[in-house]
């Protein structure tokens, strides 16, 4: 808003005084600084009226004026209505000066005359403001002033409301005094001494202060000071710069912020007139007059910052005689703003949040129009800017985009980093600035930054994010980014240029954090822009995003998914029918497209949620455009087999791929068999080569085509089978397959996305409709465990994930059935109908924090979806051909079938990414100095807890156990399932016990008792493999691997009802079909932050944590799965394994081979292995389920060099102490054993039926204690125990 229009009334009637005024001799006379007596009396009023337009115009010079001297009633109200009429919505300035009239009445009335001048004639304020009008603003120059902002605010409408009454927000009032006071008298002042601080406030205050100055000088030499007030580097423009600077500080630091920003901010002349009036308040008070204002200030007269202003006027004076002596002398500009830029400086080192405000930053922002501070001033804004979003909020109250917008037109080097590093800041907490920087011309400087050579990446990552924030969601600003104005090339172009020059480097790795907003800066360029998308098609943009799908950072191949998923046209972007049809894609729009699902398919089994989470959107996107041709690729994939002929479990054709990760689903196989229907359980993996191949290609490849016979067994409604046996059919039928991978996804995040992505394909509302049929089906509330909540997926370390056919051929067995509606197999396996769960992510370090980003704020707007699954509505169906009850995704098997009537669901919205929004966060925390609140507290614990931990290898090493049978403390579980695996927590009496449910749960076994319990995850499939904990130096996570080879990583575990789902993958995958369970073994390494897993598998799989990718896979060079598995904690490199044909095999993954050696030192399956404490890496011991334990030394591969006869068969589980020379096994026939590294038996725990006898059951899991001589046992009878060594007290 601003004014537009100013009505100056002028009441003097010169050489005639109001009748209720008596005057002192001398007096005050001059008015508009022009003594009225000094010419006649017309032509004095006339010079006074002009004068005072002069004044006004000084402060809003595009104004309209118009003077009414001495006027009438009736003058006055034309005037009122000609200004409002031209002004239109514009403010309205109305200046009364009333030195001539009465003072107002009581009733709010202010004097005018007749024609004649015979008379006063009254006119109400209220009649006043009904001619006026709103918005407007009135300065009353006249004793008594106050008189008429009480009348006003008394007013009936008024009275009982609140500032935030439209009418009076948009009515601002100034008064020269209090309703009881008339102005002063004084000779040494201007009779108009109000006026005159508002208009010509370095001349009054000036005045003001000379007698009060200790400077003997004459008042009259201040008229002479030289320069301009708008030239900063002249004497009377520095006053005025100084002068303004002091009574935006003094204003800031007094108003609250939103009256700040009404009055200061939003109308150039208001500002000044308040700015001025702050004077008024300070000269006036001297007077015994308190000038009065709506809306009401409060007093600033003593505020400390006057006293600046008094020393820089003095500073001035003091040099004004020898300037008007020597005009050519030069000026010694004052020192004021340097010494307020140090005290900010000062502030910035020990200021914080918490502490008052700087009242230096209205200042800051001064000193910003100066060339000589500018780079210093931006510098220490950035630094206030940097400590957090309440800093950005401050600057932005106290006005700092009109500056910092303003110098983007500016040419120097020198500000260019520091100028990108503020709008940084501003644009991730404030993205309505997008409008006003494109308007500006604004968005070329960062180009132009972004293309200029030599700049560090981290400076051009931030141009980046300046240049996505402009143009997210504003179309006008996609525009001029694409064909900016004076560049050859757009925007599109350059950032795809530096994505390929990132790549093209020869040293070193390319910036994640450019090559993340570079991405993303792609991402909402084109994002619903058809010009943008075919510009970013035409520079192969597909391609080149393509390859930073293999980067190691999830952040960023989570950007370059989003950007790919972008160029899918949705929406109003495609002419499509009520149908849902694909009918709006032209040709070369869906060929595109679908090169670019394929190149997104490749992340299918990438490790990160992030990057899962980014694909399932850009599939749903997919799904929406590609409507039609999803519904026939779901239905070809679900039809059932016309046959009632399956597949042996094993899978036909089936070979153990030695390079799991270019593994693919052959699908050819599902397809041909019977009438080509695609049988799940007849996939399989299968391998180019018998090398290990790359860790990010993905199982749907591209390269492998659908089979020839692909008829859909009967139904003709999805099409003949050329389209199915087609390339592009290929490509729907793999999205298909990614979908339902998506849906059985561990992160429920993820989860939910694929589970709405099979809704947009019918899948859903097909299983209705067989349900209903069926005419058994219940409809059951499933709700989500609530011990797990869905977490966001957070980057903090990186990981890829490959996923196998597990969730094709699940553990329990065949789901082919769970989808055929006739025609069952011959003999239907006992199953439930709930996959195996794929891949998410995982991070290493307590570092790791997913907490809080897909929940709040960034879910907050995302439309809810019911879905089968996690908080939804589950549809249980009964298969009348078996008469099992199914729970599944969905059946649609009888999607298309004859009779029935499609039932879909309503239009299912599409998921929105989260992920940019969540990007933004690291722009909005502290980048020049990393702010950790707790890190010394992190930093001592670490170091306390790193010396209990050498303290407790060194009295292990040292210590001589005699046995472990000293039963320290019981605990029953009340497991109906006993204890699978148990793991002591190295520095807390804490005991973590899970069973074959899932359930986990932590005890204290010193104060006996129980410190949380929760269940793992809430799908069908249980059990568990292995508990681990990751950081155990740190805040340690607890590593939860399932016997399907998911792994849940949980954080505050120890806190009741407060664990919280760090993330969750699939370690292992592409076991055989029809296997019920995978058997996953897994260990963790420390050292490496590496995880090794496998099981039913012919491979070892190696997860780096750090990168969060699968780094490596092992051939097993086996025939026999993997069924015990060890990672060496003191050498990096080695991992051994214990095969079901009792095998053992040294690994080391640095070499080409990895096989170091194997040995066959079992006749049975081995069910337990580990490295010998103190012995590197070449001393193993290996148990059997026959009950012997062979000591090996892996140099020597011809036999174990010690054997013992342990158990007499039954043995079930064993473990190894990681320092200290002791080994423990457990028999299913309720005995524990314990022995020496040397062979020699220690201990034996086993069942006594006697009352002090310690009682155990069929022992299933045993785990050492890592730096003390503690032995956890679980049994299958739900009891949990823990023995001491008799050398505790020494170790």
Known sequence: MKTGYVALALCLNIGVDPPDVIKISPCARMECWIDPFSTTSSKALDAIGKNLQVQYERWQPRAKYKVCLDPTVDDVKKLCLHCRKNAKNERVLFHYNGH?????????????????????????????????????IYVFDCSAAGMIVNAFCERPEW???????????????????????????????????????LTTPIQIALRWFCPRSLLSLDPDLIDKIPGRQNDRKTPLGELNWIFTAITDTIAWNVLPRELFQRLFRQDLLVASLFRNFLLAERILRAFNCCPQSFPRLPPTHQHSMWHAWDMAAEICLSQLPSLLRNPGAEFQPSPFFTEQLTAFEVWLEHGSEGKKPPEQLPIVLQ?????????????????????????????????????????????????????????????ALDKSCQVDLVKDGGHLYFINFLESPDIHPEQRAMAAFVLAVIVDGHPRGQQACIYPEGHPVGLIYTCLSHIQEAHNVLEGQPDPLLLQWLCLCLGKLWDGASNGVAMALDDDAPAILGKVLSEPQPEVRAAAAYALGTLIKVGSELSRNDGGRDDGLDEATQVAEQGIARVLLEVLCDGSPLVRTELAIALARLASSHNRMFRQAAAAYLKPPSHSTILPASGAGYRSPRAYPSSTLDVEHSIRSNGGTPYRSGLRVVSSNGSAGSAGTSPLSESQMLGDSVSCGGSTDLGDRSWRRSEDGNVYIQCVTAVYALARDPSPRVACLGRQVLRMMGVESAQIVVSARSGASKVSRHQRNSSVPALPPTPSI??????????????????????????????????????????????????????????????????????????????????????????????????????????????????????????????????????????????????????????????????????????????????????????????????????????????????????????????????????????????????????????????????????????AWQTVQGHKPGSRSIDAVVDWQQTTGYLYASGQISWISVWDLDREQLISTISSHSDSSVSALAACQTHDAHVVTGCGDGS??????????????????????????????????????????????????????????????????????????????????????????????????????????????????????????????????????????????DSIQGC
């Not at 003072?103 to 006026?132: A, M």
């Not at 000193?367 to 206030?384: E, K, P, T």
């Not at 423990?1224 to 009352?1251: D, N, P, R």
């Open 367 to 427: 000193v910003l129009l100066s060339q000589s501070h500018r780079f210093r001033a931006l510098v220490l804004l950035g630094r206030f800017l940097d400590m957090g979003a309440w800093a950005v909020y401050l600057a932005l109250s106290v006005g700092i985009f009109p500056y910092v917008l303003k110098l983007l037109h500016t040419t120097a080097a020198d500000l260019r980093q520091i100028l990108v590093f503020i709008w940084t800041k501003i644009l």
């Open 100 to 136: 001539g009239v009465p003072r107002p009445t009581l009733n709010g009335e202010i004097w005018l005359f007749n024609k004649h001048f015979t008379q006063y004639i009254p006119l109400s304020v209220y009649d006043l403001e009904s001619c006026l009008g709103n918005p407007s």
């Open 798 to 1063: 990186p990981g890829v994930l490959l996923r196998s056919t597990s969730w094709v051929a699940s553990t329990s067995g065949n789901l082919a059935s769970t989808w055929r509606i006739s025609t069952p197999p011959p003999s239907p396996p006992n199953q439930q109908a709930f996959m195996v769960g794929p891949p998410s992510s995982l991070r290493r370090a307590a570092s790791l924090d997913i907490s809080s980003t897909l929940n709040t704020p960034w879910d907050a707007p995302r439309p809810s979806v019911r879905v089968l699954g996690d908080n939804a509505v589950q549809v249980t169906s009964l298969n009348p051909s078996t008469g099992h009850g199914n729970i599944g995704l969905a059946d649609a098997a009888g999607m298309l079938s004859p009779g029935q009537s499609a039932v879909y669901l309503e239009a299912i919205p599409l998921p929105e990414s989260t992920f940019f929004k969540w990007s933004c966060g690291h722009f909005s925390r502290p980048l020049l100095e990393p702010v950790h609140d707790d890190e010394e507290e992190i930093s001592a614990r670490r170091e306390r807890r790193d010396r209990e931990a050498q303290d407790g290898i060194t009295k292990c090493q040292h210590s001589s156990v005699s046995k472990v049978s000293d039963q320290i403390a019981s605990w029953d579980t009340g497991s109906e399932m006993g204890t699978k695996t148990v793991l002591l927590h190295p520095f807390k009496p804490l005991v973590c016990t899970a069973d074959d449910k899932e359930t986990i749960r932590i005890w204290d076994y010193e104060e006996a008792a129980v410190v949380n319990t929760f269940d793992n995850h809430n799908t069908p499939d249980k059990g568990v493999s292995k508990l681990c904990l990751l950081n155990e130096s740190d805040d340690s996570l607890l590593l939860v691997a399932s016997s399907d080879g998911s792994v849940r990583v949980w954080r505050d575990y120890t806190q009741k009802d407060n664990h919280r789902l760090a993330t």
């Open 159 to 197: 009275g009982t409301t609140t500032s935030s009454t439209p009418s009076m927000r948009d009515c601002i009032l100034l008064a020269a005094c209090g309703a009881l006071e008339t102005l002063p008298q004084n000779s040494e002042l201007p009779a108009d001494v109000f006026t005159s601080c």
């Open 1144 to 1285: 053992v095999r040294l690994y080391d993954i640095r070499s080409r081979d990895m096989l170091v050696c194997a040995m066959q030192p079992h006749a049975h399956k081995a069910v337990g292995i580990g490295f010998q404490p103190g012995m590197g890496f070449s001393k193993v011991v290996s148990a059997s389920q026959a009950g012997d334990l062979k000591f090996l030394d892996m140099r020597k591969s011809s036999s174990p060099y010690l054997e013992v006869n342990a158990h007499k068969g039954h043995l079930t589980c064993l473990t190894v102490h990681r320092h200290a020379p002791v080994i423990a096994t457990g028999s299913g026939k309720q005995l524990i054993k314990t022995f020496s590294t040397s062979g020699e038996q220690l201990s034996m725990v086993k069942y006594h039926s006697s009352f002090i006898g310690q009682r155990i059951g069929s022992v299933s899991a045993l785990g050492f204690h890592p730096y003390k001589v503690l032995l956890a046992a679980g049994a299958l009878d739900s009891i949990v125990s823990i023995y001491a060594g």
